[in-house]
DNA sequence: TGCTTTACTTGACCTACGTCAATTTAGAAG
DNA sequence: CTTCTAAATTGACGTAGGTCAAGTAAAGCA
């Protein structure tokens, strides 16, 4: 599937506290906070080799998951029978929030590399504990957040469809506080492309193009944003819609 | 602005029974619940007229609103200072769902039309009132709802784009009870192609296309869909993602 | 009713990107 | 190390849709 070395630069898994279920988890029981350190959660811990569906869509929705480590691709089947990726997730984030209004998931979730995440079954959220209150207010916070934020990469030339998606993930190593200059794309170009609804030539050109002109550094998988500075000014807002 | 007929084909509001927040309204008891008759909200009531904004982009969040009657769009402006159209909005949907995570507004909202709207405002969901936890549970459901359907109309040729936007009108017309196949555009070309991420001469030149084709009929800004049926279907898995 | 303005349509031309095809590069296996 | 395979790059060429420009129709106003 994916090629993504991954036997040598395996990277740590995210510490909870820089999780977005975080405050959830803490609500539910489910883990111990542990102040900073990464630490195993006491709640059920699923791994998935590069390939692997963590779910797929139609399934009955059980549970909400959080990324530990590695990246998740949610994908759908259009009509003509081919994958369509709607995003990339990496450590951190909250997958299966459909699973509240929808009966069952909506997106394949499949391991671009090997990934381990936290899973919360849904029973959780239906007891009825003197908590409740307190979990479905951070409910409302994850899922409200999820809503405002909606980056759009199928939009503009080439040129800006991929410095989006670069800049988009940049921002988001940021959030969780590694460094958002050096990135390591764990998807390969052809998965860039579906997501940027373009040619796996044409992002293989566009990256070329802005490594020529200094942009970005790119050499492999592995992307260094150099000068992506300026043109993220102008393409900051793009990114959320 | 959007020129529109409206003074003589005004439409009726919808009823509470038929909109997103109508669960909610009765937790919070904003309205009496009325059986089915359209029937004037106990609580605020928004009027606007063509082009006047409902909320405007990074203005403080003090409110959730449901449209009644009239068409809304959301708005960001890009950094190069042109409006950007995120999406368009039709009775008994609701707005500003970011108020829970976020301190402001992340869109104007603009009427197309003269446009109604019901106003929640935001301390009716932190009162600790008895019911909070069943306020909150169909908060989560509303939101769960928001982050699962998400119609991507930046994808694909110009003619999936008009369709899965005529297609995607029609389904939300059909899930209110109205009649799905008379659809009346209250926006511009220049409206939908920014949505679309086209120009407005591909918007004309795909529907007088489409139109040869006796896939649709378009008559200014009234649209029927005729054979859209077969396009439907295929276009059918596309438009949720 | 005609006049003015703005929205929409249609045509001609051009370019960014898709398509097809040939290399080159980089992991994986021996 | 060499071989094998899949991913990525690069080139040549065609086309959907962007751009520019000229109509046409319809809404608002006297």
């Given at each position: 599937?994916?090629?993504?070395?991954?036997?040598?630069?395996?990277?740590?898994?995210?510490?909870?506290?820089?999780?977005?279920?975080?405050?959830?988890?803490?609500?539910?029981?489910?883990?111990?906070?542990?102040?900073?350190?990464?630490?195993?959660?006491?709640?059920?811990?699923?791994?998935?080799?590069?390939g692997a569906?963590?779910?797929?869509?139609?399934?009955?929705?059980?549970?909400?998951?959080?990324?530990?480590?590695?990246?998740?691709?949610?994908?759908?089947?259009?009509?003509?029978?081919?994958?369509?990726i709607?995003?990339?997730?990496?450590?951190?984030?909250?997958?299966?929030?459909?699973?509240?209004?929808?009966?069952?998931?909506?997106?394949?979730?499949?391991?671009l590399?090997?990934?381990?995440?936290?899973?919360?079954?849904?029973?959780l959220?239906?007891?009825?504990?003197?908590?409740?209150?307190?979990?479905?207010?951070?409910?409302?916070?994850?899922?409200?957040?999820a809503?405002?934020?909606?980056?759009?990469?199928?939009?503009?030339?080439?040129?800006?469809?991929?410095?989006?998606?670069?800049?988009?993930?940049?921002?988001?190593?940021?959030e969780?506080?590694?460094d958002?200059?050096?990135?390591?794309?764990?998807?390969?170009?052809?998965?860039?492309?579906?997501?940027?609804?373009?040619?796996?030539?044409?992002?293989?050109?566009?990256?070329?193009?802005?490594?020529?002109?200094?942009?970005?550094?790119?050499?492999?998988?592995?992307?260094?944003?150099?000068?992506?500075?300026?043109?993220?000014?102008?393409?900051?807002?793009?990114?959320?819609?």
């Amino acid at each position: 599937m994916s090629k993504t070395s991954c036997a040598r630069e395996r990277i740590p898994p995210i510490a909870c506290r820089a999780c977005d279920l975080n405050t959830i988890c803490r609500l539910t029981g489910l883990v111990a906070y542990e102040g900073g350190r990464p630490r195993q959660p006491t709640g059920a811990l699923r791994t998935l080799r590069p390939g692997a569906a963590l779910f797929r869509a139609g399934a009955p929705a059980s549970a909400l998951f959080a990324i530990r480590q590695g990246t998740i691709k949610l994908t759908r089947v259009t009509a003509e029978g081919d994958e369509r990726i709607v995003s990339f997730h990496t450590p951190g984030e909250v997958l299966g929030l459909e699973a509240f209004s929808m009966g069952a998931y909506v997106c394949d979730a499949i391991a671009l590399e090997p990934v381990q995440c936290c899973e919360l079954p849904l029973p959780l959220f239906s007891d009825r504990t003197a908590q409740r209150a307190e979990i479905a207010a951070a409910l409302v916070q994850l899922l409200s957040r999820a809503v405002a934020i909606r980056p759009d990469f199928a939009r503009g030339s080439a040129r800006e469809r991929v410095m989006n998606f670069l800049l988009d993930l940049s921002q988001r190593y940021a959030e969780r506080g590694l460094d958002a200059s050096e990135l390591r794309l764990s998807m390969s170009r052809l998965e860039i492309a579906n997501l940027l609804d373009t040619r796996i030539e044409t992002v293989s050109r566009t990256l070329q193009q802005l490594n020529r002109e200094q942009v970005i550094h790119v050499r492999g998988n592995r992307v260094r944003l150099v000068n992506a500075a300026s043109e993220l000014a102008m393409a900051a807002n793009e990114r959320s819609a």
